[in-house]
């Protein structure tokens, strides 16, 4: 259309209100969308979370972390937070972030020496009566005294150990390195902690912890 053409009334007239409802469409999508909720964040899809020199994974399945705190110094340990959804054997993957400097113990670097403390909620409808961890360099593979990775085994009196749901504690540096927590009980949707130092001189960028609550035989 050519300037100064004639355009009739009507034709105008159509264009303008064909415009003006594009108009409309436009800012009620616009309202609509603003005004809907956010949806909601599953705290189940986090699969990694990051502490100090460490980060802590529930990649293989079976429980929930649902947060990681502290440094891993004594005053300042790695709280790690859990749900375990069955009785069976789960793992715990367990990382480096930052550069390894054996027997630092400042948190800044992985020194080796790693304060921890599981807090875990059983939402497995099954009470569990003992509770174990097992440490293991290779995935599904047990753990020997002599490649340096244990529960603190250069002490013998357990200082470094607690529970507030269970009495006593063994623990085997041979031919694994578990820790087994007996006399107690954490029943269904109640929570227990456990508190341990792992120690490793020969400090790996990667490792495994077994947790294994056990139930009644019948």
């Given at each position: ?117 599981i807090d875990v909620t059983n939402t497995s409808e099954l009470p ?48 694994f390195d578990r820790l087994l927590f007996t006399e107690g009980k ?33």
């Open positions: 259309m050519r300037c100064g053409t004639f355009v009739p009334s009507k034709l105008l007239e159509t264009a303008f209100s064909r415009a003006d409802r594009r108009r409309r469409h436009a800012a009620a999508a616009w309202l609509l969308a603003l005004c809907a909720p956010a949806p909601a964040q599953d705290a189940s899809v986090q699969r990694v979370w990051e502490a100090g020199a460490y980060s802590f994974s529930d990649e293989l399945g079976g429980f929930l972390i649902r947060g990681v705190t502290g440094t891993g110094t004594k005053d300042d340990p790695i709280v790690i937070t859990e749900e375990l959804e069955s009785a069976s054997p789960v793992t715990l993957v367990i990382r480096t972030i930052k550069p390894i400097r054996p027997f630092d113990s400042s948190g800044d670097y992985a020194g080796g020496f790693l304060h921890v403390e569990w009566i003992e509770f174990e961890f097992e440490l293991q360099e290779h995935l599904r593979v047990p753990s020997t005294f002599g490649d340096g990775l244990s529960f603190d085994q250069r002490r013998s009196d357990g200082a470094t150990v607690t529970s507030s749901s269970f009495a006593r504690f063994s623990r085997d540096f041979e031919p954490i029943d269904h949707l109640e929570s227990g902690s456990f508190g341990f130092l792992i120690s490793d001189f020969t400090p790996r960028w990667e490792f495994y912890l077994v947790q294994d609550p056990r139930i009644p035989s019948s």
